[in-house]
């Protein structure tokens, strides 16, 4: 039922998940791979090439023996075709900082890779049309999706709260069920009091404006 599957450096894969993630593709799903995703078997022993290279469009970098780290693919990212499905292979998320192996992961490294752009064009591309949500905020506001059987749910979540709310408006663009409209629509938050939305239809989709958010907020649309 899903879009689109990540493969973030997803190194540790056995023959049957790769056959799975192969048939998914054939049937029209979107794959977007990166660094050494499917390199590795499940006990964790180094392919001669990925499992997935067939779907990748290019071949694994050469063994690095001993205890030398794996070698990264010089290529930029690889798009391809299989079957109803599309593809991304993407070498390496490029970290903004890089941070030593033996320091705590805490959030002086949570920053976007310097190819955030790149991995989202690739979802995009991947997914071969709209995605369910799209949402167009600061990027320290992060969403999330739940579809319920009368009513479609938005989770809105500013992580950089302690800075205070995020000023204007959230525009926000959700896929709606075949057949069905929005009726009620409002916003919910521990924040202050529930605030009503108006509701544009554009086809199957429905776009609201969340007019502010301090820290948590859901946006709750019920469905005719």
Request: proline share 7%.
């Amino acid at each position: 039922k899903y879009r689109v599957l990540v493969l973030p450096d997803q190194e540790s894969m056995s023959d049957a998940q790769a056959a799975l993630v192969r048939e998914y593709v054939r049937r029209g799903g979107g794959l977007v791979a990166t660094g050494h995703a499917s390199l590795f078997t499940e006990e964790r022993r180094r392919r001669r090439n990925f499992a997935l290279a067939d779907l990748f469009g290019i071949d694994a970098p050469a063994y690095a023996a001993g205890r030398a780290p794996e070698r990264i693919v010089d290529s930029t990212p690889v798009r391809n075709e299989l079957g109803k499905g599309r593809i991304v292979y993407i070498p390496q998320v490029q970290p903004a900082m890089e941070k030593p192996s033996n320091a705590a992961m805490t959030s002086q490294y949570w920053k976007l890779p310097l190819n955030w752009h790149e991995l989202i064009d690739a979802v995009k591309w991947a997914a071969g049309g709209e995605l369910s949500l799209d949402v167009q905020a600061p990027p320290h506001v992060t969403a999330e999706l739940i579809d319920q059987k009368d009513r479609v749910l938005v989770h809105l979540l500013n992580y950089a709260a302690e800075r205070g709310p995020v000023s204007g408006k959230i525009a926000v663009s959700v896929a709606i069920p075949q057949g069905r409209k929005v009726g009620a629509a409002h916003l919910v938050s521990p924040d202050h009091p529930v605030e009503s939305l108006q509701v544009a239809m554009r086809g199957n989709r429905a776009q609201f404006a969340a007019p502010r958010l301090d820290t948590y907020g859901v946006a709750v649309l019920e469905l005719q």
